[in-house]
């Protein structure tokens, strides 16, 4: 390779075994705190990121994430709080994994270096042009997500990526890289770590601020969520209540016949109560 993979640095601390649990835990604490900086470095890319989902998804795009392992199964976390939360159809935003849904739990041999999978996964899941594409990848070097980039970019999707390396064959291959650059793990190579947490706070930042530009938030409350739950149910009275002043009861009624917080805070303004 000709570039420095930061990712695969040996760490800065040495005999780990010989050192306490509390010495481990405030040397973990101590690298993990680095990683919020290294993100704001590269809020720019972010950006520009952002933009791209945004206006894809307002077109009739649709966002997908493709990755091997940890950072596979990083976008399909992302992926699958998306319906959720803010109540978007669940192929909207899409989290693909080398190996496919059996590598989620356990590694499948190989599956990050095949150059011809991810394209086959992507046409699986029905990508098609103007869709956007994340390829998310810590040492930057992930075969099957490089190539799946490429492919997609020639199909005349978006592309973008999210690494842990600068100056990476997976950034020079995505239309809109980022790039955040976390420095070496306290465990040599183990890129679940900081790079992990890395590109779990960009994911955050991808979906949530999307989402926000398309209206999927009002306020600051997950005015679309799905009441998949009784804590759901009571936090989504609790806004209707909130926000219109009727009783808790009532709201809770309203929010089980409309379906939403979003719908019954309408009909309530718009009707005075149901």
Known sequence: MDFDKVTERSSKYSDLEKKSVAELLQIINAEDQSVPAA????????????EQI?????????????????????????????PPTFGVPFDLVNGIIAGGDQAIRRAVENA??????????LQREGAKSG?????????????????????????????ACITC??????????????????????V???????????????LNMLSTTSMIQLGRVRGNKMVDMQLSNDKLVDRGTKMIVEETGISYNEAKDLLLTKGSVRKAVDYTKENGSK
Request: proline share 4%; glycine share 12%.
């Open 188 to 202: 040599t190579g183990s890129s679940r770590m900081k790079a992990g947490t890395a590109q779990k706070l960009v």
């Open 54 to 82: 945004v206006t894809s998804l307002k077109n009739g795009g649709r966002l997908f994430y493709i990755g091997a392992g940890t950072s596979g199964r990083l976008g399909i976390v992302d992926a699958s709080e998306c």
């Open 112 to 121: 990050e270096d095949n150059t011809t999978q991810a394209w086959i996964d």
């Open 131 to 159: 869709d956007v594409v994340v390829g998310i990848a810590a040492s930057g070097t992930t075969p099957y997500v490089i190539a799946g980039l490429k492919t997609a970019a020639e199909n005349a999707l978006i592309t």
């Open 39 to 50: 993100v704001a470095k590269a809020l720019p890319q972010i950006e520009k990121v952002v």
């Open 165 to 186: 390396n600068a100056g990476s064959p997976l950034a020079r291959a995505a239309q809109f890289p980022i790039e955040v650059v976390v420095g070496p793990e306290v």
